[in-house]
């Protein structure tokens, strides 16, 4: 099945600093990979998403880029805030399956 | 409001006790599934579903099952819980249109301990 890596698995960033999340996954017929966002004690939610026929979607100070042939797929927060410390897990979908890479801590000091 | 209840939210229960987690979903969605989260290991597919009575295991489906008799309800039956099955599960659904996967939105998890 899909297997999708995360790295690194802890981030911290200098706040006004970017922070870059980057993950890999397995099976190139995958053709979806979200990004989800779970603030401590709270639910993961969506923060952006991007299709295999993409190679980058932007949202505000969100990014994601995908590079296909490499199979790899990166997060992009510029001038990172307080509020966006939180766990991220990168996603990607396999058939009717979504496999979550195991998180990624990011912690914005101030 | 759009939303993915579960109940209940937190559950200490004994080795053996039969229990059901249920899911609601109140947006139509085809697609449901639940999700383990421990520490380390991020969210592991238990199982899914794709639409009324179907339904299919995930990478983690052992000890647990399920069932989709109406397309808003995916209840998750722990027949014989043991202490490794003591996790955060989430519940969550999707709209699944031609172009495939879509946003999936989760319930607000259940904390489960199994002493």
């Known amino acids: 099945g899909e297997n999708v890596e995360q790295h690194p698995s802890t981030l911290s960033v200098q706040e006004g600093d970017s922070a870059v999340i980057k993950c890999t996954y397995s099976?190139?017929?995958?053709?979806?990979f979200p990004w989800y966002k779970q603030e401590l004690g709270k639910r993961p939610q969506l923060i952006i998403d991007?299709?295999?026929?993409?190679g980058e979607k932007k949202d505000q100070r969100i990014a994601v880029t995908l590079n296909k042939t490499a199979k790899h797929f990166s997060l992009h927060i510029t001038e990172t805030q307080p509020e966006d410390s939180a766990v991220y897990f990168c996603?990607?979908?396999?058939?009717?399956?979504?496999?979550f890479g195991k998180g990624n801590q990011v912690v914005v000091i101030p | 409001e759009a939303q993915v209840t579960q109940n209940p939210r937190y559950l200490i229960t004994v080795t053996g006790k039969k229990l059901t987690v249920t899911c609601s979903q109140n947006?139509?969605?085809?697609?449901m599934s639940w999700y383990r989260q421990d520490p380390g290991l991020g969210l592991r597919q238990i199982y899914y579903?794709?639409?009324?009575?179907?339904?299919d295991k995930g990478d983690v489906p052992e000890g647990y099952k399920v069932s989709r008799k109406e397309k808003r309800n995916f209840p998750l039956i722990l027949e014989s819980p043991s202490p490794n099955q003591t996790s955060l599960y989430f519940c969550?659904?999707?709209?699944?249109?031609?172009?495939?996967?879509?946003?999936?939105?989760f319930g607000p998890g259940t904390r489960l301990t199994v002493l």
């Open positions: 969550a659904s999707s709209l699944r249109t031609m172009a495939g996967y879509n946003e999936q939105f």
């Open positions: 099976d190139s017929a995958s053709n979806y």
């Open positions: 991007i299709r295999s026929n993409v």
């Open positions: 996603a990607a979908s396999q058939g009717n399956r979504l496999a």
């Open positions: 947006m139509n969605h085809e697609y």
């Open positions: 579903s794709m639409n009324v009575e179907v339904t």
